[in-house]
């Protein structure tokens, strides 16, 4: 037991006597070049909608999706309800982007 410990606290001397170094990454995107501008930040596109309702029934192989009747704040098709399969935690009174407007999901049968 006593060995455990010295052991421990040896790697814990080490690490703090040990400055640590940040090194550049050659690259991905934190890397940059000499004479480049940083990159601008990405801007979502989309319209946003917020959902309305929520049908009962999910879909998917799994039973991870399910469908939302979504009414479209911006855009053309301002104030326009549609129906969308959404994948992830939603409920009512959520708002999210939408990448368009002109689809919209079938409803879900039962079988």
């Known amino acids: 037991m006593p060995e455990e410990q010295k052991h421990e606290a040896n790697a814990k001397e080490a690490s703090e006597q040990r400055p640590r170094q940040s090194r550049p990454q050659a690259f991905g995107p934190g ?4 004479g480049q501008k940083p990159q601008e930040e990405k801007k979502f596109e989309g ?3 917020e ?5 009962g029934r999910r879909t998917g192989i799994y039973g ?3 469908q939302a009747m979504c ?5 053309k098709d301002k104030g326009r ?12 009174g959520d708002i ?3 990448p368009d407007t002109s689809r919209e999901d079938k409803p879900i049968r039962p079988r």
Do not use: D, F, S, T
Request: no cysteine.
């Open 31 to 34: 890397a940059q070049q000499q």
């Open 71 to 75: 009414k479209i704040l911006e855009g």
């Open 64 to 66: 991870e999706i399910k």
């Open 81 to 92: 309800v549609i129906r969308r399969n959404i994948a992830g935690r939603i409920q009512v």
């Open 51 to 55: 959902v309305v309702e929520l049908a």
């Open 96 to 98: 999210m982007r939408l």
């Open 47 to 49: 319209y946003l909608a």
